[in-house]
């Protein structure tokens, strides 16, 4: 789910920003130390989305830097349990199908592309064996989160299924 979040932190500004307008070299640190940054708290922060208020600056000795406090806003992607998210299949293994959800990727385990018993394919498919459905690369889907894993902040997990009504290949949904 995308969130927009606000947020209050000191920045220090970089001399290369003193340039300029205040608010747009401000935007411009946070965009710096803000954007792809990962937390368990706010996910996978996308874009500065606004500069509320910057806070009186103030230099410190021996630091080239400007001091501000400043309330922002932050543009967020943070999964949830359950939630049904679109997507497209970036590519397909012998364990399993990873679908691209726009921000990150997502894994949907073999056992839960879908209800029939599938097989791999070595041209990068996998399909059903009594449906006939298949699932390749550039696929759009749509998957449940079954999982999310933030043990490792730099690479955050997030298990899926299609195995549910409503969810799968977007060809198998229009035929039904």
């Known amino acids: 789910m995308f969130y927009k979040i606000k947020l209050k932190d000191y920045v220090d500004l970089s001399p ?8 747009e070299s401000i935007k411009e640190q946070l965009i710096r130390n803000y954007k ?3 937390t368990e708290d ?17 230099k410190l000795p ?3 830097s400007r001091h501000y406090v400043v309330e922002f806003s932050v543009i967020a992607f943070k999964p949830e349990l359950h939630e049904v998210i679109a997507g497209e299949v970036s590519s397909v293994t012998n364990f399993g199908v990873f ?6 990727d997502g894994m949907v385990h073999l056992s839960q592309t879908m209800i029939d018993q599938v097989s791999f394919s070595k041209v990068g498919s996998i399909q059903g064996t009594e449906t006939g459905q298949s699932l390749k690369v550039g696929d759009k ?5 079954v999982a999310v894993s933030f ?15 409503g969810l799968g290949c977007e060809d198998w949904l229009t035929s039904e």
């Open 16 to 23: 290369e920003l003193f340039h300029g307008d205040l608010n």
């Open 36 to 38: 792809d940054k990962t």
């Open 42 to 58: 706010f996910g996978l922060i996308i874009t500065i989305a606004s500069v509320d208020s910057i806070g009186e600056g103030f």
């Open 62 to 64: 021996e630091d080239a």
């Open 99 to 104: 679908v691209n959800l726009g921000i990150i």
């Open 141 to 145: 889907v749509r998957a449940s989160v």
């Open 151 to 165: 043990r490792d902040i730099r690479n955050v997990k997030v298990g899926l299924t299609m195995r549910q009504p």
